[in-house]
């Protein structure tokens, strides 16, 4: 998931692109036109970008307007995201979306389904910001992971926090974590979950329970 990394690092590029539409309005300030509450509204609208080889984002949505004063872009109503990197593909499916460009994030505060092959992840909201190193970080609340790992044991969780690093293939679960395999059940208050070696890193005050 590295890849995914340096794709989202180009995010606050792709969000101040202009967007292929069926039709968009310019709304300028009543009193000082052009100047000031200047915003573009978008229908129907489809934003493709296209990366080194296969690299390709697409997001649609039906609705959608960018503030050229505080640069500030909102996708209303169901968003779509398909991201293709070296042969894989990443989903995202939102309700609404907001990329702030001075910020650097890209944020939903309705219900998400984050998926690729190796993850499902379905929560009450979204963000994902630029660390301070230069590192992608997804946030999650309210998480119900559906899918962890391909050919992992283990094959479900939930925790109230959930933080994606996309770089380091690390998922770090907070407040009442669980995972879940045929055999047994991890609660615990913190887990550190390393995707790539399909182990559990690190687990706070944790119990298992035994499904046998």
Do not use: C, W
């Not at 200047?38 to 296209?50: D, G, Q, R």
């Not at 959930?162 to 293939?169: P, Q």
């Not at 907070?174 to 995707?195: C, P, R, T, V, W």
Request: aromatic share 8%.
């Amino acid at each position: 998931m590295t890849n995914l990394s340096n794709f989202f690092n180009k995010a606050p590029l792709f969000i101040g692109l202009l967007l292929t539409a069926t039709s968009f309005v310019v709304y300028p300030s009543a009193n000082k036109p052009f100047l000031s509450n200047n915003v573009i509204e978008f229908k129907n609208s489809v934003y493709e970008s296209y990366g080194q080889g296969n690299e390709k984002l697409i997001l649609r949505f039906k609705e959608g307007s960018m503030n050229l004063d505080n640069r500030v872009i909102n996708l209303i109503g169901d968003v779509e995201g398909t991201f293709n990197l070296d042969g894989k593909t990443f989903n995202l499916k939102t309700n609404g979306l907001r990329g702030n460009l001075l910020d650097k994030t890209i944020s939903s505060k309705k219900s998400t389904l984050f998926k690729t092959e190796d993850i499902e992840i379905v929560s009450s909201d979204m963000e994902i910001a630029q660390t301070p190193l230069a590192r992608i970080k997804i946030h999650f609340n309210n998480v119900n992971l559906d899918k962890i790992n391909l050919g992992s044991k283990i094959n479900k969780g939930k925790a109230d926090e959930v933080e994606l690093f996309l770089a380091k293939d690390l998922i770090l679960m907070k407040g009442n974590a669980e995972f879940n395999d045929d055999n047994m059940k991890i609660i615990s208050d913190e887990i550190h979950y390393d995707l790539s070696q399909d182990r559990v890193l690190k687990s706070v005050n944790s119990k298992i329970i035994n499904n046998l």
